[in-house]
């Protein structure tokens, strides 16, 4: 065994309910030749990222330690309604919201006219993946200057830290929430609750039963230091 196998099974991080979290296999697949992690070395990471996430839970409220500023480096939060790769396109659709498009895409697409209607995408459309792929990407595009427009509201898109959710719609971290809620006028009376109602409904009218998307703190995905090998606390 290499020094560098030794010193990763030593670390308590490479291990979760007894389980090494990446112990490899001699592969069977002849597509896949070397080395694979072993099915308990998989079920121990998802089960790790599990907890992860639940020690890291959303929430509605921050305590002011968790500002960021003034010298504190707290982990990355982002405030806003989580999403999925697939609801913008829905939700495009039934806003019946219209993007120009260039004529190869046209073609493709097989629109007449120089601006598609969402409206318009069909089973035959999302069988194709990569211009499903691309549908998506152009829906959100249009359905995010669409709320931008109904709410008033600034966005950014994120990665919010959950196994239920793909992407969030933030519109400010624990970073810079001062700045953007009084430099946006947000701190006006009734501006931003108007703002909130809007947002709540958008981001839940084409959700399944079951399902609600809120206005919470998530942690960053992308932005912090959290992954299969680091502490769960």
């Not at 498009?101 to 209607?117: D, H, I, M, S, Y």
């Not at 211009?131 to 600034?154: D, I, N, T």
Request: with cysteine; charged share 30%.
């Amino acid at each position: 065994m290499s020094n560098d196998s030794e010193r990763k099974k030593a670390n308590p991080t490479h291990w979760y309910n007894g389980q090494y979290l990446l112990q490899r296999e001699r592969s069977t697949d002849p597509a896949n030749p070397g080395f694979k992690l072993t099915k308990a070395a998989e079920e121990a990471q998802t089960a790790k990222w599990e907890m992860l996430i639940a020690n890291r839970k959303p929430t509605e409220n921050i305590t002011p330690e968790l500002l960021g500023g003034h010298g504190r480096s707290p982990p990355l939060l982002l405030y806003g309604w989580t999403f999925n790769h697939d609801y913008f396109l829905e939700y495009a659709k039934r806003h019946r919201l219209t993007l120009e498009v260039p004529e190869q895409a046209r073609q493709r697409l097989g629109c007449a006219t120089e601006e598609f209607n969402f409206a318009d995408v069909t089973e035959e459309h999302c069988r194709d993946e990569q211009l499903l792929k691309e549908l998506r990407s152009a829906a959100r595009f249009v359905s995010v200057c669409h709320l931008r427009e109904a709410s008033g509201l600034a966005f950014t898109i994120g990665r919010p830290l959950s196994l239920e959710w793909d992407r969030i719609l933030y519109v400010w971290t624990n970073y810079d929430m001062a700045e953007r809620y009084l430099g946006d006028g947000l701190s006006q009376k009734g501006r931003f609750e108007e703002a909130k109602k809007v947002m709540d409904e958008a981001m839940n009218e084409c959700l399944p039963d079951g399902k609600k998307s809120e206005l919470l703190w998530w942690w960053s995905f992308d932005d912090n230091d959290v992954n299969v090998l680091t502490s769960i606390d």
